[in-house]
């Protein structure tokens, strides 16, 4: 695998660079990335960038260590009262940091404002039945069924307060699906290690350390500046010059140049993010295609031929510089529930072989079909794009590709609160089960049927449906043997694996590159925690 290799989830997240011992004193930390942070809002995308980012502002009740373990937040204990009941003690004496007090009443609004409307957080709380207040300091929550991996679901799920909310009509999140905007859009108060100073959105974020956080801080900045910079050239001479401290996912073609330079250090390794393609197999005529009156996705022999003209081990090479895994699965090594023989991608076909299965599903010339891309969201996602629509045209099916802004490409292929799908027919997107680290997210998310009731597979833009999947993921939520719980999941994987139903294209790598004065952590679900940064 080249200059990379594949480790387990523990291993890939205790990698850290640590350059120096901090001292006393503090410096602004400037950093940046391809594109700028979408909301202030942490319900307003299930997004890793977001939500990695907001949980600066506002903590969760459970939260993840350097080592991706949960560890207290907001809730000192948790557990379950019964097989359908869960309880979070809350920590005493936490206040927002306007001084208002933290108490059971924000915990309770929180969570229904993250499974209300315009939340894209709904999917975290398909099991949950009612959510309620014991105390000032204790919440339970009964659930429709066991779920072993509630509080894990809401690691990433930060706190708000309702007063807050209420005072600034910000009650709901406002849906990002429709483009719209509240208040908490553009502003935000909780009860982090870090408080917004200052945002102006596509320019610059900035945040200043919450001096009366909960928590003892381990950082020594006075204030964070976030600039999203979409040229990779520009972002390269920023913090080559200084004028940024780290970089946020380093494109392939500079990892070499930056690790020649002296003052700067590069991290790098596999993310438990898989990269892949999904097709509309949902309507019965796609919204953009030169095919009228059926959907030439509804067919297995159409996924088949086109998942096996494309060349993952050609991006890998061409694309992203050895950068990237190949896979066959829609989950990682490291996450609970990956498959190891079953990770083994089907032989490339020649264009006359995957023309035939074209043809033999009664397209002989290919057909034409939109393509959406984003194009500062993933590590050379257009770049990808582009190389997939080579590879298309090899076989007759001309693909007409839309690259744009993380921002546009969510809002038009993600479907809405109602469930009903986006605007697409053929798209790249990118997953990582970083709530549970388990499969099940990936099934429950991206797989299963999508249902806005049931809140499952509301990440299934594709509208992929298989019944006996739906049945196994259910039954692998609630299952605590681990014999039988591994046995549905090679059920359901075999399932999708064998229809085509996505095309995984690779494991991600996690690249980033720090000002060698800087100390950080970087662990495999690329989220970036400032609160374990210290500047020398």
């Given at each position: ?9 523990v291993?890939?997240?205790a990698?850290a660079?640590?350059?120096?011992i ?5 410096k602004?930390f400037?950093?940046g990335?391809?594109g700028?942070v979408s ?10 960038f977001?939500?990695t980012f ?5 903590d969760?009740l459970v ?5 991706l ?5 907001l809730?000192?204990k948790?557990g ?7 309880f ?11 001084g208002?007090p ?6 309770v609004?929180?969570?229904n404002?993250?499974?209300g ?13 009612e ?7 204790r ?6 069924y ?5 509080a894990?679901?809401w690691a990433?799920?930060g706190m708000?307060?309702?007063a807050?909310a209420?005072k600034?009509n910000a009650?709901?999140?406002a849906?990002m699906?429709?483009?719209?905007e509240?208040y908490?859009?553009?502003n ?10 200052e ?10 350390p919450n001096?009366g956080?909960w928590?003892?801080?381990t950082?020594?900045?006075?204030e964070v500046i976030?600039?999203?910079?979409p040229?990779?050239?520009?972002r390269v001479a ?8 780290m970089?946020?996912?380093v ?7 930056l690790?020649?330079d002296?003052?700067?250090a ?5 993310e ?5 393609l999904g097709m509309d197999?949902?309507r019965n005529e796609?919204?953009e ?6 959907n030439?996705f509804?067919?297995k022999?159409v996924?088949?031929a086109?998942?096996r003209s494309i ?6 090479r061409?694309?992203m510089r050895g950068?990237s895994?190949p896979?066959?699965l829609m ?5 609970n ?6 990770d ?11 023309k035939k ?8 010339q290919?057909f034409?079909?939109g393509?959406d891309?984003p194009?500062d969201?993933y590590?050379n ?6 190389a997939?629509v ?7 099916i001309?693909?007409?590709?839309l690259?744009?802004?993380r921002?546009l490409?969510f809002a038009?292929i993600l ?9 697409t027919s053929?798209?790249?997107?990118g997953?990582s089960?970083a709530?549970t ?11 299963q049927?999508p ?5 499952k597979g509301?990440?299934n833009?594709?509208?992929?449906s298989?019944?006996e999947l739906?049945k ?7 299952e605590t ?5 591994d046995?549905?999941i090679?059920?359901a994987t ?6 085509y139903a996505y095309?995984?294209?690779?494991q991600?790598?996690v690249v980033?590159?720090a000002?060698?004065?800087i100390?950080?952590?970087?662990p495999?679900?690329?989220?970036f925690?400032?609160r ?5």
């Amino acid at each position: 695998m080249g200059k990379f290799s594949r480790w387990g989830l523990v291993g890939a997240a205790a990698l850290a660079l640590t350059l120096a011992i901090a001292p006393a004193s503090a410096k602004t930390f400037k950093w940046g990335n391809a594109g700028d942070v979408s909301s202030m809002d942490p319900y307003a995308r299930q997004e890793t960038f977001l939500l990695t980012f907001t949980q600066n502002i506002y903590d969760p009740l459970v939260r993840r260590d350097k080592n991706l373990k949960l560890e207290p937040a907001l809730a000192v204990k948790w557990g379950q009262v019964d097989k359908n009941t869960w309880f979070f003690d809350l920590r005493p004496g936490v206040k927002f940091s306007d001084g208002t007090p933290f108490t059971a009443d924000d915990v309770v609004f929180s969570l229904n404002r993250a499974n209300g409307p315009g939340s894209n957080m709904g999917s975290n709380f398909a099991s949950v039945k009612e959510i309620r207040k014991v105390s000032d300091l204790r919440v339970e929550v009964i659930t429709k069924y066991p779920d072993p991996l509630l509080a894990d679901k809401w690691a990433a799920l930060g706190m708000m307060s309702k007063a807050w909310a209420e005072k600034n009509n910000a009650v709901n999140s406002a849906d990002m699906t429709k483009n719209e905007e509240n208040y908490a859009t553009r502003n935000a108060m909780g009860t982090g290690p870090f408080m917004l100073k200052e945002r102006r959105a596509g320019e610059r974020t900035v945040l200043v350390p919450n001096p009366g956080w909960w928590d003892k801080p381990t950082h020594n900045l006075t204030e964070v500046i976030f600039t999203p910079i979409p040229n990779a050239a520009t972002r390269v001479a920023a913090i080559k010059a200084g004028d940024i401290d780290m970089m946020y996912e380093v494109p392939p073609a500079d990892t070499e140049t930056l690790k020649r330079d002296p003052n700067i250090a590069v991290l790098e390794g596999p993310e438990t993010r898989i990269v892949y393609l999904g097709m509309d197999q949902e309507r019965n005529e796609l919204v953009e295609s030169s095919v009228k009156g059926k959907n030439p996705f509804k067919d297995k022999r159409v996924r088949e031929a086109i998942y096996r003209s494309i060349d993952v081990d050609a991006i890998k090479r061409t694309v992203m510089r050895g950068q990237s895994f190949p896979t066959a699965l829609m989950v990682a090594p490291g996450i609970n529930g990956y498959m190891k023989d079953l990770d083994k991608r089907p032989a490339l076909l020649k264009p006359d072989e995957a023309k035939k299965l074209l043809a033999d599903a009664g397209y002989p010339q290919g057909f034409e079909v939109g393509m959406d891309c984003p194009n500062d969201r993933y590590v050379n996602d257009e770049k990808i794009c582009q190389a997939v629509v080579a590879m298309l045209a090899r076989i007759g099916i001309k693909v007409n590709l839309l690259a744009q802004t993380r921002n546009l490409y969510f809002a038009k292929i993600l479907r809405k609160g109602d469930g009903s799908p986006g605007t697409t027919s053929l798209y790249m997107l990118g997953w990582s089960p970083a709530q549970t680290y388990d499969v099940h997210n990936v099934f429950e998310a991206l797989i299963q049927t999508p249902n806005a009731a049931t809140k499952k597979g509301m990440f299934n833009a594709g509208g992929y449906s298989n019944p006996e999947l739906d049945k196994l993921a259910d039954a692998m939520e609630q299952e605590t043997d681990k014999t039988k719980r591994d046995a549905m999941i090679a059920a359901a994987t075999k399932l999708y694996v064998n229809d085509y139903a996505y095309i995984p294209l690779h494991q991600q790598a996690v690249v980033w590159a720090a000002r060698k004065n800087i100390s950080l952590v970087q662990p495999a679900d690329n989220s970036f925690p400032l609160r374990f940064v210290t500047i020398k």
